[in-house]
């Protein structure tokens, strides 16, 4: 059984270390992506704090389609370039969004949210899908989020086969 430490009013960038740290033992010796994407999305959202939904979106047909995750049901396929995740797919680059009533083109998945953060999850130059973490603070992610969030998706890519859940 895998048991979350917790770093409680650690800095940010040490609780990403440790959740970096925890995640890679947590995939070690597991390729099934599905699996793998369960557990890094239950990883992040009992391990960050201030979240109200952490999962992914896997490219499939040209559309960014709903996978593992935390918190309330969620927007089941998403247009490339439109939204937080669709552009952060498009653009292949980590987009923040400190107040999503401000993005233009946001899709409201859950009205609660009010910060958002994707990070594009690129395999061998590949677009494979985004993460996507949101909270119901304002402005709750920044750049620390941003790199250890990167470093996160690094773990989980390196360690699932995602054949079977992106085109």
Same mark, same amino acid.
């Given at each position: 059984? =895998?048991?979350? $430490?917790?770093?409680? *009013?650690? #800095?940010?960038?040490?609780?990403? /270390?440790?959740?970096?740290?925890? %995640?890679?033992?947590? %995939?070690?010796?597991?390729?099934?992506?599905?699996?793998?994407?369960?557990?890094?999305?239950?990883?992040? =959202?009992?391990?960050?704090?201030?979240?109200?939904?952490?999962? !992914?979106? =896997?490219? /499939? *047909?040209?559309? %960014?389609?709903?996978?593992? =995750?935390?918190?309330?049901?969620?927007?089941?396929?998403?247009?490339?370039?439109?939204?937080?995740?669709?552009?952060?797919?498009?653009?292949?680059?980590?987009?923040?969004? #400190?107040?999503?009533? $401000?993005?233009?083109? +946001?899709?409201?998945?859950? +009205?609660?949210?009010?910060?958002?953060?994707?990070?594009?999850?690129? $395999?061998? *130059? /590949?677009?494979?899908?985004?993460?996507?973490?949101?909270?119901?603070?304002?402005?709750? !992610?920044?750049?620390?989020?941003?790199?250890?969030?990167?470093?996160?998706?690094?773990?989980?890519?390196?360690?699932?086969?995602? *054949?079977?859940?992106?085109?």
């Amino acid at each position: 059984m =895998f048991e979350l $430490k917790t770093t409680a *009013g650690a #800095p940010k960038a040490e609780n990403y /270390r440790e959740l970096a740290a925890q %995640l890679d033992a947590l %995939l070690a010796g597991e390729p099934s992506g599905l699996a793998n994407a369960a557990n890094t999305a239950a990883l992040l =959202f009992s391990g960050l704090p201030g979240l109200n939904w952490a999962g !992914f979106y =896997f490219l /499939r *047909g040209g559309e %960014l389609v709903l996978g593992p =995750f935390q918190g309330k049901v969620a927007c089941v396929r998403l247009q490339l370039g439109r939204g937080v995740c669709g552009t952060a797919a498009q653009r292949r680059e980590t987009v923040i969004v #400190p107040d999503v009533e $401000k993005f233009p083109g +946001h899709v409201a998945c859950d +009205h609660a949210s009010r910060s958002e953060i994707v990070v594009p999850l690129v $395999k061998d *130059g /590949r677009l494979i899908g985004v993460l996507d973490l949101d909270s119901p603070l304002l402005a709750r !992610f920044d750049a620390v989020d941003a790199a250890g969030l990167e470093a996160l998706a690094a773990i989980f890519l390196q360690h699932s086969d995602l *054949g079977q859940l992106a085109d």
